[in-house]
């Protein structure tokens, strides 16, 4: 399926091409202090972007960059290097997502759980 979203301001927007409708959440202590709570995010074959001017790109590791909004602050996209992109769900206009899975699940708090009955995993599964 493809779609589009945009950040809060609707200073950046993107069409995603190939977006895969089932999410995941992961419970990293990255992804918790960025986003305030688990990052739900859906894997795109290719985006583009408007106001590409308003994006900045966090160097969080040797191997990704995440974005977002720099007149907003909307977390907008996890991207691996060299080019894969996975998107902040809730950035997205439609949500025709369901929750697929989760990662991290060892550093996931005791505070919080997702119902359903899914895989959930205590690292990053082998690809």
Known sequence: MDGSGKCLCGAVR?????????????????????????AMAASVGSVSFEGDENIV??????????????Q?????FYFLKPDRYIMWAGAFDEQPFS????IFCSEKPAWYDFAGDHPRHSEMPDS
Not at 57 to 70: I, N
Not at 99 to 102: A, H, N, Q, R
């Open 57 to 70: 790109r966090y160097p969080s590791s040797d191997w990704a960059e995440r974005g977002f909004c720099k």
């Open 99 to 102: 929750l697929d899975g989760e």
């Open 14 to 38: 993107f069409n995603a091409q190939q977006i895969d409708s089932h999410i995941h959440a992961c419970h990293c202590s990255m992804c918790r202090k960025w986003n305030g709570g688990p």
């Open 72 to 76: 907003c602050g909307s977390n907008l």
